[in-house]
């Protein structure tokens, strides 16, 4: 089933201790779709500037990814310049170049409008109520949010929460929007504004499921789910990695002919898998190339260094 | 089989959000002990000063911890003050009374030496390589230590880590230990140290299990091992939950035949399970009330909280 996403495509300028890279490919819903097209159909709506060129368009081809709702604006892409050290768990943002991004109004292709599933990656509120009132029928709503827009567009974000299916963030966005620093108690408040089921984001830790009385249909509600992340050696470029796991989360989910307890713990697995993909190569590069069967084999190593049971399967 | 644990036997006053409690029973040796205890026998060599009393006593010989090898000093036992906000994840320490714990000379009851199990806790290198020194036949021994350690007292703790099965300390210990930031690097300089296991305690997300070509008798080297915590709604005192996560680990382990791969994912768990029960009530009232069957329940829950296939088992 086909994946509507709307957010940014991007160009970032990125330091680690691994490197530096100069305006490489990026923004979320890039990301996003590379890591969801290796389960789905995916559909871009995003805007981009004269900097964008036929090669970055064919990153995005090259996987199947219909582009025709990448807009073209006159002016410069989004440009994100950021840096990570330490134990690389935070970026610092160096500089943020909105340009054309800065009067994005996305508009929907008619070919997208039989989407079943919709991603409000990371933009303004307002725009996500917007896109999604454009598709009303769809059959799920996943999104995205971040520190910005929660603590000064609180208003138009509680439009959005109560649109959606699954609230994907990280545990600091949630402790800002719940005002709880405790993670259960935070699950709890982010859940009543809306949103049917939470998974927070806890990096190089994995991601906990948080699940209410309308996550799935019927049966008792399952208890917090926790997914593992894959400790890796190298992280040379954790840019992306969240955008990465919603892609891989979503897109399995979309692959998939119900959400049941059971896809939604393999689709925590999956947004591991891919985010752990998305650290290893700067920018897009290890996501552009990624095989099905080389994330059928991180899944089982998901699985071995999680269950008790299965040293190998 | 029996485990010997040399540590501190001390009193906490106490103040989280949840209220707060003044010298009320602890001291790393005391929530091991009482974690263990629920596993296999356990045997305690600590110091403790007047204030010890008959009741204090009695808190680990109804839980059948042989206490013969509790001395006792004249003047004031050990004495820690802390406090914890937030997020919990860490407390500040506002005082620190070694008292009768400043002139800590460890004892070995002869009753003790046939220990087949060494629990080395949080407490001078110095001690720890003494103790080990004098029960040279044990089977394994663990072991457990702190930043201040780590930074002052480098070449004691050198050799201690030369003689330790499983190290078990925390990230921010690891990373200060090896150097280095990245969770798998650090892990794989503690391990060339001396430790033939490492498990990397990450609080309320969990531990990390690490190996080596000497952690298990032949076979190839395990990957990591990741074991989830349980999100708790309310963590009432985590003061010895790290203590407690290293009895229920290594309790498991003295009851089990032999340590293999499979052996050890248990006990992560198994720590995890008595960790999240230390948590519930101040200082060490849970642990002395938890019954093993309570403690077979959540690991049931722990099971399912992060096994794909596992909903109820």
């Known amino acids: 089933m086909a994946i509507l996403v709307v957010g940014s495509v991007a160009f970032d300028s990125i330091a680690t201790p691994h490197g530096k890279v100069e305006h490489c490919l990026g923004g979320a819903a890039t990301y996003f779709s590379l890591a969801a097209s290796s389960f789905t159909d995916v559909r871009v709506i995003?805007?981009?500037g004269e900097d964008f060129l036929p090669e970055h368009e064919a990153v995005f081809t090259a996987r199947g990814i219909d582009t025709r709702g990448i807009e073209r604006a006159p002016g410069l892409s989004?440009?994100?310049?950021?840096?990570?050290?330490?134990?690389?768990n935070e970026a610092e943002t160096l500089g943020t170049d909105l340009n054309v991004f800065e009067r994005f109004e996305p508009k929907i292709p008619e070919a997208y409008t039989d989407s079943e599933y919709l991603f409000l990656a990371n933009i303004d509120p307002l725009l996500q109520v917007r896109v999604r009132s454009q598709m009303a029928n769809v059959r799920m709503v996943c999104g995205d949010t971040m520190n910005y827009w929660i603590s000064s567009h609180a208003e138009n974000l509680a439009k959005v929460l109560r649109e959606l299916d699954v609230l994907l963030i990280n545990d600091g966005e949630a402790r800002m929007l719940s005002g709880e620093q405790n993670s259960v108690r935070a699950a709890e408040k982010v859940l009543a504004m809306g949103p049917k089921s939470l998974v927070m984001k806890h990096g190089e830790y994995g991601a906990t499921g948080f699940f209410g009385?309308?996550?799935?249909?019927?049966?008792?509600?399952?208890?917090?789910?926790?997914?593992?992340?894959?400790p890796l050696a190298e992280v040379v470029d954790p840019t992306g990695a969240g955008d990465s796991f919603a892609g891989g989360f979503y897109g399995y989910i979309a692959s998939q002919p119900e959400l049941t307890p059971e896809v939604f713990r393999r689709a925590m697995f999956y947004g591991g898998v891919m985010g752990s993909f998305a650290c290893e190569r700067f920018g897009t590069e290890r996501l552009q190339a990624v095989t099905r069967a080389e994330i059928e084999?991180?899944?089982?190593?998901?699985?071995?260094?999680?269950?008790?049971?299965?040293?190998?399967v």
């Open 46 to 48: 995003a805007v981009v």
């Open 78 to 88: 989004f440009h994100w310049t950021g840096a990570y050290a330490g134990t690389m």
């Open 297 to 312: 084999a991180r899944f089982e190593i998901f699985r071995e260094i999680s269950h008790l049971d299965c040293a190998s």
């Open 213 to 230: 009385a309308r996550s799935f249909a019927g049966g008792a509600v399952p208890r917090p789910f926790r997914a593992p992340a894959l």
